[in-house]
């Protein structure tokens, strides 16, 4: 009898060690996971951005192809 009462403590011994160890995991898991959505953020934050100085670029552009346009069909601008 107490070899088998041995047996079973050190069962719950190994299940609770294991338990343990998968609380760690799931901790270590979340905090990637935060890091992650963290990282996401920044990135659609540059995305943003860039996609801003895109646009503004694109005005620039469409504003120089209007004036030489006028340049070419007028020889000046007007």
Excluded: F, P, W
Aim: charged share 30%; glycine share 2%.
């Amino acid at each position: 009898m107490k070899l088998l009462n041995e047996l079973l403590e050190k069962q719950i011994d190994n299940l609770n060690y294991n338990r343990n160890h998968l609380v760690e995991s799931i901790s270590e898991a979340n905090e990637n996971s935060s890091n992650y959505e963290k990282k996401i953020q920044e990135i659609n934050y540059q995305i943003a951005s860039t996609d801003k100085r895109i646009d503004y670029l694109m005005e620039q552009l469409l504003c120089d192809l209007k004036i030489k346009s006028k340049r070419n069909n007028h020889g000046t601008i007007n």
